[in-house]
């Protein structure tokens, strides 16, 4: 019987970090990549504006340091949302978004990969990750494991967690358990004016995502759901060590059947 290695033993790397030799000898022996798909999207006054992209890479880092891979560098760029009105926010054309989506994970798949865990932090993603074009690439290598969705998603079932939501309860939470040295919830105070808009104004009434409060002088401007006043550390981290016991086991069964 084989003894367990212990995490430190178990070799994993961030992709732009390791050198030709480093990246065949982990893939060889663990065949996996993580990939945090984010967005650049004003996430209330409380929370970055990389928020997406920092909670699933913190959530992937966990994940690799278990199974072992490669983490690859957040994808930053995307678009389609209901904050491209905001300031900071900075969506991109969803065409070409996808196109990158797709040519990288063909690309790695090339290269020996055999597991690949998407897992996106801006919700809008999953519908990129539905499109026809990655499922494309999807039927082109059905031998190889794709692990796909949201935090919310990615580990259902069984995993059943609370409908995301944007900046509030359920985010917030995510936060204080994944990044909480970026997260201020004492900047959720009144006061602020109408040069939160660009150009100062805000935008017409008909443009306006529907829930989202559009009033820059209330706190919990910019978001969409319960009072992130609510959220928890705890609760939190509840739902990622949920997240990461599941995908990380499927992983490993895959692994375990031969899948390199």
Do not use: N
Not at 63 to 71: E, N, S, Y
Not at 72 to 99: I, N
Not at 194 to 222: C, I
């Amino acid at each position: 019987m084989r003894a367990e290695r212990r995490p430190e033993q178990i070799p994993w790397g961030r992709l732009e970090e390791l050198r030709p030799d480093q990246l065949e000898g982990i893939i060889r022996e663990r065949p996996v990549v993580y990939w945090p798909l984010g967005l650049i999207e004003h996430h209330g006054w409380h929370l970055p504006v990389g928020f997406d992209g920092i909670k699933v890479e913190r959530l992937c880092l966990r994940m690799v340091k278990q199974t072992g891979g490669l983490l690859l560098p957040v994808m930053w760029w995307g678009g389609v949302g209901g904050h491209e009105l905001f300031k900071w926010t900075l969506y991109q054309d969803p065409d070409a978004a996808r196109a990158i989506l797709c040519a990288t994970v063909a690309k790695l798949a090339g290269f020996g990969v055999r597991v690949f865990v998407l897992v996106a932090g801006h919700y809008p993603w999953e519908d990129m990750l539905r499109h026809p074009d990655f499922e494309k690439v999807r039927r082109a290598h059905p031998e190889l494991l794709f692990l796909t969705g949201t935090e919310v998603t990615v580990a259902s079932p069984p995993v059943a967690l609370p409908r995301g939501d944007h900046a509030a309860r359920q985010e917030t939470s995510y936060g204080l358990s994944l990044l909480p040295e970026l997260v201020d919830r004492a900047a959720l105070r009144r006061g602020r004016d109408d040069s939160a808009w660009p150009g100062g104004r805000p935008p017409p009434v008909e443009g306006r995502y529907p829930g989202v409060v559009f009033d820059p002088s209330e706190p919990l401007f910019a978001q969409l759901g319960e009072d992130p006043r609510l959220a928890s550390e705890e609760e939190g981290e509840r739902h990622v060590r949920l997240i990461v016991a599941e995908v990380t086991g499927r992983v490993e069964a895959y692994l375990r059947k031969g899948g390199r």
